[in-house]
Nanobody, 124 residues
Framework: QVQLVESGGGWVQAGGSLRLSCVVSGRTFRTYAMGWFRQAPGKERKFVASITRGGGDTFYQDSVKGRFTISRDNAKNTLYLQMNSLKPEDTAVYYC?????????????????WGQGTQVTVSS
């Protein structure tokens, strides 16, 4: 069973930065395309960023382009999301996601495994 465990969430003022991490159990991390999604209260879960198995290609939601950076370290079985210039509208629970069937994960329906989520709160 694959397990994804996020960390790094918290409270920050607008304009600040946070780095999320997601550690994936097992020895097959490099076979998964990975992504980050977020869900604000009362709203559906939405795509934030994704990265291919080797890390050579990345994709971002338009609202985070230029502010967020997704990366992975296959030797450490870890996915990262560096978030800079945070805005109050970035407030949400952030979820790490993995897929083994697709080259990239862009929608919740394409996800095979989810983490438990980590809360990010940005105050104005």
């Amino acid at each position: 069973q694959v397990q994804l465990v996020e960390s790094g969430g918290g409270w920050v003022q607008a304009g600040g930065s946070l780095r999320l991490s997601c550690v994936v159990s097992g020895r097959t991390f490099r076979t998964y395309a990975m992504g980050w999604f977020r869900q604000a209260p009362g709203k559906e879960r939405k795509f934030v960023a994704s990265i291919t198995r080797g890390g050579g290609d990345t994709f971002y939601q338009d609202s985070v382009k230029g502010r967020f950076t997704i990366s992975r370290d296959n030797a450490k079985n870890t996915l990262y999301l560096q978030m800079n210039s945070l805005k109050p509208e970035d407030t949400a629970v952030y979820y790490c996601a993995a897929t083994s069937e697709m080259l990239v994960v862009l929608t919740p329906s394409g996800v095979d495994y989810w983490g438990q989520g980590t809360q990010v709160t940005v105050s104005s």
